[in-house]
């Protein structure tokens, strides 16, 4: 365990009182486990079973188990966690029975959805499918899927925040939707699932989120800008800033998932994110404030009079209401922290 998250990972152990009595010597199996999902899922795992002497153990499914060691040697030689070479698409399937599976595989990627869009959908189609085949065969009695907003489509501009109940898709005739739609496709495999075997599926559909572990080069506006930040340039903005956004901490995230996974209702979606949205242009600006001289944001087109702004926000209500789930980390001290941990790589 890296000593800077001590506080991070008590904070989510305190937000989980209760849940982790359901794991005590118990084997869960994580697909994407070494992904920015998959590590704090991974983290807090390590650290609840440390702390509460569970003697639970977590396998996880890993295509590279160099990479990651590399990167998290703490959690490979943590002899609570093992891993299983493989492809989620047709990996061989552990021995032993598992209680619990959670499918975080395919995160989202913009590159790849647009160069090859079929490999998307089949990672996510296949790999949901051969996952939860695991799952029937081990005996697990819940999965998690980390499905994504990307379901809901394009929001309306007119719809400040996206329900569960939104019946909206992702458009067919665009390439770009594989993602969207290979989702939708692995939530209607996990309720076929629950109705033939009996698994108890949870749904989260995941929104965007922000803390240590975010991949600053990759497709996320906000892990750009912290990078641009630490890289001491100005903040880059690729558009005219005008989109919503809304940001959750990644402890708060790791709450959210396993509280789901251990009391969401079967086949009953619930939005994971934070209802506070911001545009793009001024979390460019928030990022840069957090910085002690403050950087120049430059905006690289300017916006287009009467356009609506694009939205991708989504409505907790559900998670709030039935769960009791709540954004506790503000995104001022979520950035702060980010910079932080990042600031150390």
Known sequence: MVKSLAHDLNHILTHTDGLWEEFREQRIFITGGTGFFG????????WANDQLG??????VLTRNLEAFRKKAPHLV?????????????????????????????????AKLNQEAPLLMLDTIVQGTR??????????????????????????????????????????TMNVRSAYGEGKRMAELLCAIYAKQYRIETKIARCFAFVGPYLPLDGDFAIGNFIRD?????????????????????????????????VKGDVCRPYNVG????????????????????????????????????ERYVPSTERAT?????????????????TIFDSSKI
């Open 229 to 261: 930040g630490i890289q001491g340039g100005k903040i880059r903005v690729n558009g005219d800033g005008t989109p919503y956004r809304s940001y959750l901490y990644a402890t708060d995230l790791a709450i959210w998932l396993w509280k789901i996974l």
């Open 274 to 309: 934070s209802d506070k949205d911001i545009t793009v242009a001024d979390l460019a600006y928030t990022v840069s404030s957090m910085f002690d001289l403050g950087l120049d944001v430059l905006i690289s087109q300017e916006a287009m009079p009467g356009k609506p702004s």
């Open 39 to 46: 590590r704090w899922l991974l983290e807090s795992f390590a």
């Open 77 to 109: 030689a943590n002899p609570a966690i093992r891993f299983h070479l493989g492809d989620v698409k047709s990996f061989e399937f552990p021995e032993g029975s598992f209680s619990h599976v959670i499918h975080g595989a395919t995160e989202a990627s």
């Open 54 to 59: 569970l003697k639970a153990e977590a396998v």
């Open 321 to 337: 209401f039935e769960l009791q789930l709540q954004a506790l980390i503000s995104l001022e001290e979520s950035i702060k922290r």
């Open 130 to 171: 051969q996952t939860l085949e695991f799952a029937r065969h081990c005996g697990a009695k819940k999965f998690l899927l980390t499905s994504s907003g990307a379901v809901y489509g394009k929001q309306p501009p007119d719809m400040t925040h996206i329900s569960e109940d939104y019946q909206g898709a992702p458009d």
